[in-house]
């Protein structure tokens, strides 16, 4: 009798581990759902257009008018900033639809005149500039790696150091800010000593790549919006998204700039960090912005549904 009480206290114990086991598995299977559908969601919500093609427009319209008044507004800070790169960018929304106040900051930049040997930097906005190899080359000595490349492209056939060594031309190693840099430097080498076959598949590559880390990027901080940017102005608007133009529209601030900041997360141009300090709107967010906004106006109107 006694041990057929313990073998069904045994059966007993058995079927409450089976439903206990069966339970976990349930649970499981429903956080691995759960995480799925919100990646997917997550990955439709970065991808997908939300707008129509007249929404778009008029969105993006809107969006260059109210940047356009940011960049007057905050003109001296622009121009105290000396940010050599950025004047670049508005020298090329210029050319690309005429802007008195845009012409006004670029021409009086390189009116300020500059003496130390960071002069030649200048050439990143004026093409044209003269320099020599000796103030070249004591600029790139005290460089960080990023600029270093740009110090090469603007002029390689005055320069004494080996873009190849520097790993400028390794398709693979770079990733954030360095891959983007290193595109940048690359587009302006091209435009500089003409393309090539070897060229034009590495910027294609590095805007591959560049893609990838979008279709899974949430944040809209200033590297989301550098991304874009800097593929555009490779010359590749068929793999940007429209959806990634229109979220960075939408992280537009009340006063027509734009921040390193999206929801309650920033990046001081490296980590993104959980903060609730407010962010006001900068210039390196703002013009990076204004200027992938005029490309995907007056370059690419066609790619993105406007024509």
């Known amino acids: 009798m006694e041990q057929i009480k313990q073998q069904e206290e045994n059966q007993i114990k058995k079927t409450k581990k089976r439903i206990f086991l069966r339970k976990m598995i349930l649970i499981a299977l429903g956080f691995l759902v759960f995480l799925a559908v919100s990646l997917i969601a997550t990955i439709a919500y970065n991808n997908l257009d939300f707008w129509s093609d007249a929404a778009f427009a008029r969105q993006l319209d809107s969006a260059i008018n ?3 008044n940011w960049v007057k507004d905050n003109r001296t800070d622009i121009l105290e900033g000396r940010n050599v790169a950025l004047i670049a960018m508005l020298r090329d929304c210029n050319d690309l639809k005429e802007n008195k106040m845009f012409n006004s900051i670029v021409t009086t930049f390189l009116s300020i005149p500059v003496r130390h040997p960071s002069r030649c930097l200048n050439r990143i906005v004026d093409p ?11 600029t790139f000595d005290s460089l960080a790696l990023d600029y270093k490349w740009i110090c090469y492209a603007i002029a390689p ?3 004494m150091f080996d873009a190849e060594k520097l790993g400028l031309f390794d398709g693979q190693r770079w990733h954030r800010r360095q891959l983007t840099h290193q595109l940048l430097s690359l587009v302006m080498l091209r435009n500089r000593q003409g393309a090539d076959e070897r060229l034009n598949k590495l ?29 555009l102005q490779a010359e590749f608007p068929q793999k ?3 959806r990634w133009i229109e979220r ?10 734009w921040n390193d900041r999206w929801l309650c997360f920033t990046t001081p141009r490296k980590e993104l960090v959980f903060n609730f300090d407010e962010t006001p709107s900068d210039q390196h967010a703002t013009v990076q912005a204004v200027f992938a906004l005029y490309l995907v106006k007056y370059r690419y109107p066609e790619q993105f549904g406007l024509k």
């Not at 320099?131 to 080359?137: A, F, Q, V, W």
């Not at 294609?204 to 944040?219: I, Q, Y």
């Not at 960075?248 to 700039?257: K, T, Y």
């Open 248 to 257: 960075i529209i939408n992280e537009q601030q009340s006063d027509g700039g």
């Open 128 to 138: 044209n500039l003269s320099i020599t190899e000796r103030e070249l080359n004591t």
């Open 240 to 242: 940007i998204r429209r």
């Open 157 to 159: 056939d005055k320069n």
């Open 66 to 68: 109210k940047a356009d």
């Open 203 to 231: 910027i294609e590559e590095l805007c591959d790549r560049t893609k990838t880390d979008m279709t899974f990027c949430l944040p809209v901080v200033d590297i989301y919006i550098q991304r874009v940017a800097f593929v």
